[in-house]
C-alpha cells in the first residue's frame, strides 16, 4: 500500500461547527504532515508529527488542532473556523522527519467551506 | 513564508514541444525536489536533486541544480497532454529537517 487516503473529499462546515479531517498511510512513516493550500497558491506547512509527536507547528490559530493517535493515523480537529479557512488540506507522509533526502507522499486532499 | 520563486508563473505548449520551468531560491539547502499536481488533487513527487549534485533525470524529467546561483530548471521532454498540471519545486531548509517550502509553481497547459 503506498498511498495516502484522506476523508472526507469535501466538507462544508458553519463557523459553529466542530468536524475532523482524517488522514490515513499503511507505508510504515513516521513523519506526517498537514498542509494548506488556497487556490492558485503553493501548499503551506501546519504541522510536522515525528514518531507521533508534534514537532513543528507553524504558527497556526488554536482553531485547528491535530492529533496523531498512531504511527498511521492523522487528524486535524476544526473548531470556530472563520470563512478564511477555506482551502485544500493536504496530509502527506514520509519515511522519517529530521532528515533531508526524503520524498512526502500526498493524499488527495480535503476541499474545505466554512460558510 | 516562500522561500522559491518559480518562473514562468504559467507556460503554455503544443504536444511534442519541450517544457522549462525554473526555480530560485533565498538560502542554503540540502535538496531540492519538483512536484507535480494536477488540479484540484494531491502533489505526486517527481524527483529530488541533493546539494552535491548538479544534473539528474528521471524519464522524461531532467532537472538541474545550480548552487552558486541558487536556482533550479526542471525540463519535460516530448510533452504530453496529460503532463498539463502545476509544477512546485520544494527545498528543504538547511539543518530543517524535512520542512519543505515550496515556490509559487508553474502550471503548464499542454496543446494536444
Known amino acids: 500500500d503506498t498511498e495516502v487516503t484522506q476523508t472526507p473529499k469535501h466538507l462544508v462546515m458553519g463557523m459553529t461547527n466542530k468536524k475532523s479531517l482524517k488522514c490515513e498511510q499503511h507505508?510504515?512513516?513516521?513523519?506526517m504532515y498537514w498542509y494548506k493550500q488556497k487556490a492558485k497558491k503553493p501548499p503551506e506547512l501546519m504541522f510536522v508529527?515525528?514518531?507521533?509527536?508534534?514537532?513543528i507547528n507553524e504558527s497556526v490559530p488554536s482553531r485547528f488542532s491535530p492529533e496523531c493517535p498512531n504511527s498511521s493515523l492523522l487528524n486535524l480537529h476544526l473548531h470556530a473556523l472563520q470563512p478564511e479557512d477555506s482551502a485544500l488540506y493536504l496530509c502527506?507522509?514520509?519515511?522519517?522527519?529530521?532528515?533531508?533526502?526524503?520524498?512526502?507522499?500526498f493524499g488527495p486532499g480535503t476541499r474545505l467551506t466554512v460558510l | 513564508s516562500q522561500q522559491g520563486e518559480e518562473d514562468p508563473q504559467a507556460l503554455s505548449i503544443q504536444e511534442g514541444e519541450n517544457a522549462t520551468m525554473n526555480c530560485s531560491y533565498k538560502t542554503s539547502i540540502n535538496n531540492l525536489q519538483w512536484y507535480r499536481q494536477n488540479s484540484g488533487r494531491g502533489l505526486v513527487h517527481l524527483i529530488l536533486?541533493?546539494?552535491?549534485?548538479r544534473e539528474k533525470h528521471s524519464g522524461r524529467l531532467r532537472v538541474t541544480l545550480d548552487t552558486s546561483k541558487k536556482s533550479s530548471s526542471l525540463l519535460i521532454t516530448a510533452s504530453r497532454a496529460a503532463d498539463t498540471a502545476s509544477y512546485f519545486c520544494a527545498t528543504d531548509v538547511d539543518n530543517a529537517g524535512n520542512m519543505l517550502t515550496f515556490g509559487g509553481g508553474t502550471r503548464l497547459m499542454v496543446k494536444p
Open positions: 536533486i541533493r546539494s552535491n549534485e
Open positions: 502527506a507522509s514520509s519515511l522519517y522527519a529530521g532528515t533531508s533526502y526524503n520524498e512526502q507522499f
Open positions: 508529527y515525528s514518531y507521533e509527536k508534534l514537532s
Open positions: 507505508m510504515g512513516h513516521r513523519a
